[in-house]
């Protein structure tokens, strides 16, 4: 028997009742880890054994509502936090984290909890965004509002504060609040998805069709959600060790541009998961990105092995070959792949690349051109296009007009503010021979570019801007 005599079944701990603790008086929470991986179970029960030891330690029954909260145990762990925030009365993350907990299932008791955590900490930002998310989320859009306005979060300008209270002023009825807020919100976050989808249907009640379609295609498009700077929440992921926290920090750590953390991460999923195509493929990804290239090209066999005909890795296996010399092989798994699936508009921008690196530039736009035709509208696929048709030495393959119409488009999509979209305008409006705009829209992506510490390509374009001087077009 285990101390405190619970049972054991091999390295799993059931719990199918509360249990008394040893001294009487507190009991553990049910939860059952037989569905649990392996690692997660071991983590619960030494946790467990903690607080059995030590039934009068807030800090070990803090311990383990953590990891239930990180694991899958909601109620386990708002259960267990009311321990801890009994045995340590004013502890923040007491209140704070069984609220958010609660609020993201919608659930009443998560009121009290952030009410009582804002006596503690009224300042606290990230209490305010995630109390009016809920109180949005419960259809409670004044409050919402109310909370929000002269709050930290709010007085901060984040893009987070804005969406909510443009959310709450259109559930009010406030049009112009709403307007002004959300696109306060894609001003400082333009890819912001969440907002575009909402100024999408501002827009339709307000009675602008071509904005609210220009916005629904933004929302399409663009995937980025505002990262939450939330110290406090920071500990629940941190307590997490099984193969989908792992997932999640190598993406983060991916998306912070640091492959080397993103591949300890990815390598811990794939041994626990050893037979997942996702925890390979991204294991696969950040060994690319580190330029570990033959890692990267077995990686991605392994998860092509795991799932036959897995686009992603397919791709990402194409780029390893094309970076390791081997074009030949790299364009005909692209070509495989687009013959099973024809809208897969990746491997349309990874084929086009290459053929453009190959020295080919009729194929390439043909390839780009065939992979606008079969799927949505692509603002990668399109500049490069734009790019081709308005730079090209061939004076066969240009089209100016085509050029300009893609690159207006994709700029209007990115808000006239990504600076290699505006140089491929710049170069369209140069090839027209309107060498006002190509001059004005050069000299906005260079500034942009320097802004931005690209100074490389701020000084190309600049160079560019002499040439729309003299009114002459670029060629490459």
């Excluded at 953390?261 to 050893?274: G, K, S, V």
């Excluded at 399109?382 to 048709?389: F, K, P, S, T, V």
């Excluded at 030495?393 to 505006?422: H, K």
């Excluded at 001059?439 to 190309?460: F, W």
């Amino acid at each position: 028997m285990a101390p405190g005599g619970v049972a054991w079944f091999g390295w799993v701990f059931v719990a199918t009742t509360a249990m008394a603790c040893a001294d009487g008086r507190r009991a553990l929470p049910e939860f059952d880890v037989r569905q649990a991986e392996p690692r997660v179970g071991a983590r619960l029960n030494a946790l467990r054994d903690v607080v059995l030891e030590h039934p009068d330690s807030g800090s070990a029954w803090g311990r383990l509502a953590l990891s239930l909260h990180a694991h899958g145990y909601p109620e386990a762990a708002v259960s267990t936090y009311a321990t801890a925030r009994e045995l340590r009365p004013g502890t923040f993350a007491y209140l704070y984290l069984p609220a958010v907990l609660l609020g993201e299932r919608r659930d009443e008791r998560a009121l009290e909890l952030f009410e009582s955590a804002r006596l503690l900490r009224p300042e606290y930002p990230p209490l305010a965004v995630r109390q009016a998310e809920w109180l949005l989320e419960t259809e409670r859009p004044a409050e919402a509002r109310d909370l929000l306005v002269d709050s930290a979060a709010e007085r901060d300008a984040t893009a987070f504060a804005n969406f909510l209270i443009g959310r709450a002023a259109f559930a009010l009825g406030d049009t112009a609040e709403a307007r002004q807020r959300l696109e306060a919100a894609v001003a400082t976050l333009p890819r912001y998805q969440a907002a575009h989808a909402q100024l999408a249907e501002l827009y339709r009640r307000m009675g602008d069709e071509s904005a609210a379609e220009l916005a629904r295609e933004r929302a399409r498009v663009f995937t980025a959600t505002p990262a939450l700077d939330d110290p406090v929440y920071a500990l629940v992921p941190a307590e997490g060790v099984s193969s989908r926290w792992h997932l999640l920090r190598g993406q983060a750590f991916l998306a912070a541009g640091d492959p080397s953390r993103a591949i300890e991460e990815f390598q811990e999923a794939a041994r626990i998961l050893p037979t997942d195509a996702h925890a390979a493929n991204q294991l696969a990804t950040a060994l690319a990105a580190a330029g570990r290239l033959e890692e990267a090209g077995d990686a991605y066999r392994r998860a092509l092995e795991l799932r036959p005909g897995f686009a992603e890795p397919t791709v990402g296996l194409a780029g390893v070959l094309s970076r390791l010399g081997d074009d030949g092989a790299a364009s005909s798994l692209l070509e495989d792949l687009l013959a099973a699936h024809p809208a897969f508009q990746d491997a349309y921008l990874r084929l086009g690349i290459l053929r453009q690196a190959q020295g080919r530039p009729r194929s390439a736009i043909g390839t780009y051109t065939e992979g606008l035709r079969n799927g949505p509208f692509d603002p990668r696929i399109a500049i490069r296009l734009a790019w081709m048709l308005a730079t090209s030495p061939d004076p066969g393959l240009r089209d100016g007009e085509e050029a300009v119409a893609l690159a207006e488009r994709v700029c209007r999509l990115e808000m006239f503010g990504e600076p290699e979209s505006l140089d491929a305008l710049a170069a369209a409006y140069a090839e027209v021979g309107d060498f006002e705009r190509a001059r004005a829209a050069a000299s906005r992506a260079a500034l942009i570019a320097r802004r931005q510490g690209n100074v490389i390509l701020a000084g190309a374009i600049e160079d560019r801007i002499e040439l729309f001087r003299r009114e002459r077009p670029y060629r490459r």
